[in-house]
């Protein structure tokens, strides 16, 4: 999760990039790296990753950027902490 707010946190300095996007997105790689007990998990995390956009918080573009950007990050730190 620390991976990925360090990738948006720059970004959101100069176009606001979707945290709650980010967070799932980050969240999807946890479960995927936990196995099958985790896939539980997975509605709830569509739903976090999708909750800013019917309230007109974030832009379709910027929930978009959010998830490989931080999915990158994630799958980066997972894979050297290994």
Same mark, same amino acid.
């Given at each position: 999760?620390?991976?990925?707010?360090?990738?948006?946190?720059?970004?959101?300095?100069?176009?606001?990039?979707?945290?709650?996007?980010?967070?799932?997105?980050?969240?999807?790689?946890?479960?995927?790296?936990?196995?099958?007990?985790?896939?539980?998990?997975?509605? =709830?995390? @569509?739903?976090?990753?999708?909750?800013?956009?019917?309230?007109?918080?974030?832009h379709?573009?910027? =929930?978009?950027?959010?998830?490989?950007?931080d999915?990158? @990050?994630?799958?980066?730190?997972?894979?050297?902490?290994?």
């Open positions: 999760m620390l991976a990925g707010l360090c990738v948006s946190t720059p970004v959101t300095l100069a176009w606001k990039i979707s945290f709650h996007a980010g967070a799932a997105a980050v969240a999807a790689i946890v479960t995927i790296a936990g196995g099958p007990p985790l896939t539980a998990a997975w509605a =709830v995390i @569509a739903l976090t990753g999708w909750s800013p956009r019917p309230a007109r918080q974030s379709l573009a910027q =929930v978009i950027a959010a998830v490989p950007a999915a990158a @990050a994630a799958v980066i730190t997972f894979l050297a902490a290994r």
